[in-house]
């Protein structure tokens, strides 16, 4: 059994050893998964992953949903019925997507708190902090229009307060209430443009912006990072050197300059 296993261990570093030669994919995997954090509440700083994972879920389950939804008035409700009652699994599907975004809301809201109580949105992170405002209101948007997407009466009449709330919008409020109802009511238009703002068009923008998000962590790291305390350590031990220079010059300046009055 213990030679099975060494062989197996064997060819795994073989081929882990052929991918790195040639694609440098191990080292890439290793960077992009592997980052300080702080010893104190470093459990909080896993939210951002879970975010991820989460997210991540939302897309699987949400391209299986796609199969068997169908996108208009007269069968959005009835295909819904019939992934829950008549697909393989597909019950198990609609509730990680459905479950999946309440917890996805909680744990972004978690992440965003610890974010700010951490201060990590403060120099040089402040353009990653305004990508993840950008983001949760992006998922908070999705959650909204996926509420939607059932066509019972709670997603209907949410969507109709939804949009009564954003009427009085300055400026903007009647042309952007237009826009989503696709003329002057609730009606199969609605039902239309809000497939296409909850499936096409917001996932196109969360996915760049999400790659934005961690790019500036992988480029600027977590706020109170092992690293970034060595860093300040370095630097304030720097800048107590030149002190103590300064003030032993100083010291050397008054003794020649007592010695001569002498």
Known sequence: MTRIRDRMAERGRDVADWLEERTRLVSFMEKQLYEPTPRRGMWLYTLGSATLFLITIQFLTGILLLFYYVPTTKDAWNSIYYIMHHVYFGQLIRGMHFWGANLLLIVIGLHMIRTFLSGSYKPPREMNWVV?????????????????????????????VGMKIASYTPLIGAWAVSLLLGGDTVGPATLSRLFVFHVWLMPAILAPLIGVHL????????????????????????????????????????????????
């Open 132 to 160: 993840g405002v950008a983001l949760i209101i992006l998922v908070s948007l999705l959650a909204f229009t996926g509420y939607a997407l059932r066509w019972d009466q709670e997603g209907f009449y949410a969507w109709e």
């Open 215 to 262: 790019i500036l962590l992988r480029l600027h790291g977590e706020f109170g990072a092992a690293f970034e305390y060595s860093e300040r350590l370095a630097k304030l031990n720097k800048r107590k050197q030149y002190e103590r220079m300064e003030e032993y010059f100083a010291s050397d300046e008054e003794e020649e300059e007592s010695s001569r009055g002498e």
